[in-house]
């Protein structure tokens, strides 16, 4: 499984961005996708996940209200829609892709939101 974001910017607070992850290869074993971030000097954080079907999401308490996760699962691809963008969801942002055997990352997209 191969994945790749983009989607990603700089935006001013209170704005919207929407990341893409495009997923290839064997993309009928994902069983669950996902957003994680990572903020300089702090630890990765799970943003959101969605099932392979999309019938189930989770959010972290921080994004709730205001970040969407879906998927179009006609183009293999999932989107994260944030919106009242806070100087504190600076970070990269990474998509995931879980399978049975083994949990794959993409590159990162950098999202900056300035005061």
């Known amino acids: 499984v191969q994945l790749v974001e983009s989607g990603g910017g700089l935006v001013q607070a209170g704005g919207s961005l929407r990341l893409s992850c495009a997923a290839s290869g064997s993309t009928f074993t994902i069983s669950r996708m996902g957003w994680y971030r990572q903020a300089p000097g702090k630890q990765r954080e799970l943003v959101a996940t969605i099932t392979s079907g999309g019938g189930s999401t989770n959010y972290a308490d921080s994004v709730k209200g205001r970040f969407t996760i879906s998927k179009d699962n006609a183009k293999n691809t999932m989107y994260l829609q944030m919106n009242s963008l806070k100087p504190e969801d600076t970070a990269v942002y990474y998509c995931?892709?879980?399978?049975?055997?083994?949990?794959?990352w993409g590159q990162g997209t950098q999202v900056t939101v300035s005061s």
């Open positions: 995931t892709a879980r399978t049975p055997l083994y949990t794959y």
